[in-house]
């Protein structure tokens, strides 16, 4: 995992984020290719969509962008994608809030100023264990391991301290934080139900929770929607401020296409759901199940950010954030201000 100190030197000294990231078509003002990175679960759906109705092209070559190539690419966390952004390996990745906060916070005011292009959707995450004593995240102790995404930096991570903040004071807010490991969603899943490992709980998106809390002797310890008052942004499309300037049409062709992905999404979960399975190469669920997980009225297939401040805020108290956004619309870009976002 990259400390504090040697991300900002990295990023600081970063040559490649420092030039064009890709090669420029001869016949164009902007780039003629772009890599597109997410993870692992159903809060990547839309970014399916996306790439299996070929949605980026259609909007590019509306906007005079001819033969766009997009690249889709998974990660298994929100480390990998960092590491990506900083080697320059992508131009748009699904990250979290928080990771969203950090970037911003450490490049605000630079030439390399990374935003949020809009959010992707908003999930709850769920804190679930196999070990049947706990009902309430007092009952953790120093035996137990809670797989996140990755520590510290990761809305799972993150939601967790709030949660602790609430329970034990804000000084107490990393009080769990030595018993988080980093775990990718598909293993930690596998761990929890098998019960095989010594990670026993998991802090968990969809549809990994609805596998895991339909296993016997596995339950729900927290919603993360109860710790932050309500539906919140689980994953948001990040890019450069330098790279949505020298590029605005590739830049509102991802808008729009991300935009059209949520629209499918609402209007016809079951062909959604046909494609997740398809794309995630999913075993366990069938159409009808996936569709009622996509359908859940938990999930808010939406670009409009929510709880962006929550995040934010907190981070700034603790001092994850040296530097407190005015508003959410400080670390989202313009083609997102128009939303009633939060």
């Keep these: 995992m990259i400390h504090r100190r040697t991300f900002c030197k990295a990023l600081a000294a970063s040559p490649v984020l420092a030039t064009p990231m890709l090669l420029r078509s001869a016949f164009a003002d902007e780039v003629s290719s772009i890599v597109l990175i997410s993870q692992t679960g159903l809060p990547y759906l839309p970014m399916m969509v996306m790439e299996h109705f070929k949605l980026i092209e259609k909007h590019a070559e509306k906007l005079g962008v001819a033969s766009l190539k997009p690249e889709f690419k998974s990660m298994g966390g929100t480390q990998s994608l960092i590491d990506a952004l900083l080697s320059g390996q992508m131009n748009f990745g699904v990250t979290g809030v928080p990771g969203l906060a950090v970037l911003w916070d450490k490049t605000a005011g630079t030439p390399n100023e990374v935003r949020a292009l809009s959010a992707v959707q908003s999930m709850p995450f769920m804190l679930v264990t196999n070990r049947e004593t706990i009902k309430t995240i007092k009952d953790f102790n120093e035996h137990d391991k809670i797989a996140v995404p990755s520590v510290k930096t990761s809305s799972q991570a993150i939601c967790l301290q709030m949660a602790a903040a609430k329970e034990w004071g804000q000084d107490q807010y990393a009080k769990l934080d030595p018993l988080t490991i980093t775990r990718p969603h598909p293993d930690a899943t596998t761990s929890v139900m098998s019960k095989a490992t010594e990670v026993n709980s998991h802090y968990s998106v969809a549809p990994f929770y609805y596998y895991e809390l339909a296993t016997p002797g596995v339950n729900n310890v927290l919603k993360s929607y109860d710790t932050l008052g309500g539906p919140a942004t689980n994953g948001v499309m990040l890019m450069t401020k330098k790279f949505r300037d020298a590029n605005p049409k590739v830049t509102s062709a991802v808008y729009a296409a991300l935009s059209e992905a949520e629209d499918f999404i609402n209007k016809t ?13 999913e075993k366990r669920s069938s159409q009808a199940e996936m569709t009622k997980f996509i359908a859940d009225p938990d ?21 994850t954030m040296k530097r407190q956004p005015s508003s959410w619309k400080d670390l989202y870009m313009p083609e997102s201000h128009e939303l009633k976002g939060a």
């Design 299 to 319: 999930n808010v297939w939406t670009t409009t950010p929510q709880q962006t401040m929550t995040f934010a805020n907190f981070m700034h108290k603790v001092g």
């Design 269 to 281: 979960p079951g062909e959604a759901a046909q494609i997740y399975i398809k794309a995630a190469n």
